[in-house]
Structures are given as structure tokens and as C-alpha cells.
């Protein structure tokens, strides 16, 4: 196993995390303000927060990474595509009228092409496990399989964040889970490495947005953390593990995506009408969970899936 240097580790935490924090500090009263969401439970209450706070722990996370781990040219395209995932998301968050869906489906589009055609030209093989069993994946049929991953993750992040505290707790036990196995498994320590700094910025951001919330990320950090997410799973070599380590996030966010799509496509009203998406909406407005319940249910979910993962991977590695 290669080692990781714990001075880079420490040095990477507590720098994202001491350097978003202070920086949503003193600049979280220039981002744009929430204009409230009309279809969401309680979505008036967010209205006049800040938001796109992403803006500002998207750009510490790329600094410090490049900053602690070793360069490398493939890693650079990731947090640049990163940066231009963040970007796009800000400036949707500070238009006056949110962007169409065509406009904010291209850009995705483009993002995670260049993010696969980055992975697929630095690497030989593409494959799958399952329960030690392993399979090779020709070119032509990982490639839709990694551009679908990618797309899913931007977009499922994006809709999952909706609660005060709970993306942003999810997405710390997912990175935490996908950069354990990738040291401990896969032997990239510096991949490791780049998801301890990421869950040092979103902790720092979690300051500000536990509940009642100061700051939210908005599309800035979401879209920004769902594709580097999606290109850490790819790193572990095994798109599966995307169920253990982020299955609350994908059905959280995806369901929606999924009910609106076959509406769309079958011309039906009807289509899952009984369940609200996205699902911590369904748990607040029809369950009648308070946001605090949501967000530490849905935690301890995802906890134990990761933790499911991890175990399996051991037993089979």
C-alpha cells in the first residue's frame, strides 16, 4: 500500500477547513441572496440568505489540493473541470431568473465529457466488481456508462441539497467513505488525499449552514462537489460502489430526476404522484419529520450503507 503522508493529510484538512471557513466569514455578506423556492417545503424561509457559498470553498479546495498532493497533469483537469462546474453553478446563482434546463444540460454535458475523455486517456482498462468478481468493460460501453455516472452526480447533489445541514452531512460520509477505500483499497493515497481537503471545506461551510442556516452553497458548491464526487468514484475503479457510498445523495436527488423525465417522455400527470421528490421533502411535508430528523436520518442511512461498502470491499479485497 502506498503511504499517505499524515503531515500532507493534516495539512490539507485543517488548511480547507480553517481557510473556507474564515473566508465565508468575511465575504458571505457579498454573495447573492436566495430568491426562495416556490415548489419546495419551506423553501420561503430561505429567502434573503446567501447563497452560492460554494464560490468561495470550491477555489480553497483547489488551491489546497494542488498545494498538498503531488502535480499531476490528470488531477489539474479534474479541478479545473471543478472549477468550471462551480462556476457555472454561481453564475446561475446570482442571475435574476434561473437558468433554463437546456442552458444548465449542456454545460453539465460538456463539463463531463472532458472529465471522461481526461479519465479514459489516462487509464487502460475500465472495469466493475461485484462480491469479488470482476468484469472488463470495452471502451465503447464505459464510456456511456461514466458520461451517465458523472451527469447523475452533478445533477443528484443538485437536488439534494434542500435542508439546512444535509447535503453538506452527506456528502462528508460519502467523500469519507470514497477516500478511505481509494487509500486503503485502491492504492491512490493522493485521491484519498484530495477528498480529506474537500470534506475539510464542506465541514467548514457546515459552520454556517447548520440549521438555522447563514449561508447556503447553491448550485456553486453542489454541482462543484457531485462531479468531483463522480470522479472519485471512477478513480476506485468499480462504478458500483456509487450504491453503498452514495445512495441516500442518489435517491434523494435522482428520484426526482427520474419521475420528471418519464412525465416528460410519456406525456403522464400521474406518474409517482404518490411520492413527493425530492425525498426529504416527502419526509418533512408527508412524514412530518422536522429538518433535524431529516438530516440525521438520512446521515445514519448513508453511514451504514458506506460502512456495508467498506466491510464488503474488505472481505472480498
Given at each position: 500500500?502506498?503511504?499517505?503522508s499524515p503531515?500532507s493529510?493534516?495539512?490539507?484538512?485543517?488548511?480547507?477547513?480553517?481557510?473556507?471557513?474564515a473566508?465565508i466569514?468575511?465575504?458571505?455578506?457579498?454573495l447573492?441572496q436566495?430568491?426562495g423556492r416556490?415548489?419546495?417545503?419551506n423553501?420561503?424561509?430561505?429567502?434573503?440568505?446567501a447563497?452560492?457559498?460554494?464560490?468561495?470553498?470550491?477555489?480553497?479546495?483547489?488551491?489546497?489540493?494542488?498545494?498538498?498532493?503531488?502535480?499531476?497533469?490528470?488531477?489539474?483537469?479534474?479541478?479545473?473541470?471543478?472549477?468550471?462546474a462551480?462556476?457555472?453553478?454561481?453564475?446561475?446563482?446570482?442571475?435574476?431568473?434561473?437558468?433554463?434546463e437546456?442552458?444548465?444540460?449542456?454545460?453539465?454535458?460538456?463539463?463531463c465529457?472532458?472529465?471522461?475523455?481526461?479519465?479514459m486517456n489516462t487509464?487502460?482498462?475500465y472495469?466493475?466488481a461485484?462480491?469479488?468478481?470482476?468484469v472488463?468493460l470495452?471502451w465503447?460501453?464505459?464510456?456511456?456508462?461514466g458520461?451517465?455516472?458523472?451527469?447523475a452526480?452533478?445533477?443528484?447533489?443538485?437536488?439534494?441539497?434542500?435542508?439546512d445541514?444535509h447535503?453538506?452531512?452527506?456528502?462528508?460520509?460519502?467523500?469519507?467513505?470514497l477516500g478511505?477505500?481509494l487509500?486503503?483499497?485502491?492504492?491512490?493515497?493522493d485521491?484519498?488525499?484530495c477528498a480529506?481537503?474537500?470534506?475539510?471545506?464542506?465541514l467548514?461551510?457546515?459552520?454556517?449552514?447548520?440549521?438555522?442556516s447563514?449561508?447556503?452553497m447553491?448550485?456553486?458548491?453542489?454541482?462543484?462537489?457531485?462531479l468531483?464526487?463522480?470522479i472519485?468514484?471512477?478513480?476506485t475503479?468499480?462504478f458500483?460502489?456509487?450504491?453503498?457510498?452514495?445512495?441516500?445523495?442518489?435517491?434523494?436527488?435522482g428520484?426526482?430526476?427520474?419521475?420528471?423525465?418519464?412525465?416528460?417522455?410519456?406525456?403522464?400527470?400521474?406518474?409517482?404522484?404518490?411520492?413527493?421528490?425530492?425525498?426529504?421533502?416527502?419526509?418533512r411535508?408527508?412524514?412530518?419529520?422536522?429538518?433535524?430528523q431529516?438530516v440525521f436520518?438520512f446521515?445514519?442511512?448513508q453511514?451504514l450503507c458506506a460502512l456495508?461498502?467498506l466491510l464488503?470491499?474488505?472481505m472480498?479485497h
Amino acid at each position: 500500500m502506498l503511504a499517505l503522508s499524515p503531515l500532507s493529510a493534516l495539512l490539507g484538512l485543517l488548511l480547507g477547513f480553517g481557510l473556507s471557513a474564515a473566508l465565508i466569514a468575511l465575504c458571505r455578506d457579498k454573495l447573492p441572496q436566495d430568491h426562495g423556492r416556490a415548489y419546495a417545503v419551506n423553501g420561503q424561509i430561505s429567502k434573503g440568505k446567501a447563497r452560492g457559498s460554494g464560490v468561495i470553498f470550491i477555489p480553497v479546495f483547489a488551491a489546497v489540493t494542488l498545494l498538498v498532493t503531488p502535480f499531476s497533469l490528470e488531477r489539474c483537469a479534474y479541478l479545473f473541470l471543478t472549477l468550471a462546474a462551480m462556476l457555472t453553478g454561481y453564475l446561475d446563482d446570482r442571475a435574476d431568473l434561473p437558468w433554463n434546463e437546456l442552458k444548465k444540460g449542456l454545460l453539465d454535458l460538456a463539463i463531463c465529457v472532458l472529465a471522461l475523455i481526461t479519465f479514459m486517456n489516462t487509464h487502460d482498462s475500465y472495469s466493475f466488481a461485484l462480491f469479488g468478481w470482476q468484469v472488463d468493460l470495452p471502451w465503447w460501453l464505459f464510456a456511456p456508462i461514466g458520461l451517465f455516472l458523472l451527469w447523475a452526480f452533478i445533477n443528484c447533489c443538485n437536488c439534494a441539497d434542500g435542508v439546512d445541514g444535509h447535503f453538506g452531512t452527506l456528502s462528508v460520509i460519502s467523500l469519507g467513505a470514497l477516500g478511505y477505500a481509494l487509500y486503503a483499497f485502491r492504492d491512490l493515497p493522493d485521491y484519498a488525499l484530495c477528498a480529506l481537503v474537500l470534506i475539510g471545506c464542506v465541514l467548514a461551510y457546515l459552520l454556517f449552514n447548520a440549521s438555522p442556516s447563514l449561508v447556503m452553497m447553491g448550485d456553486a458548491g453542489s454541482r462543484a462537489i457531485g462531479l468531483f464526487m463522480g470522479i472519485l468514484v471512477l478513480q476506485t475503479g468499480n462504478f458500483l460502489l456509487c450504491l453503498p457510498f452514495a445512495i441516500v445523495i442518489l435517491l434523494d436527488g435522482g428520484l426526482g430526476l427520474f419521475k420528471l423525465a418519464v412525465m416528460r417522455t410519456f406525456k403522464s400527470k400521474t406518474f409517482m404522484m404518490w411520492l413527493l421528490t425530492p425525498l426529504h421533502d416527502e419526509a418533512r411535508k408527508k412524514r412530518h419529520w422536522s429538518d433535524t430528523q431529516t438530516v440525521f436520518r438520512f446521515a445514519i442511512v448513508q453511514f451504514l450503507c458506506a460502512l456495508v461498502g467498506l466491510l464488503v470491499m474488505a472481505m472480498y479485497h
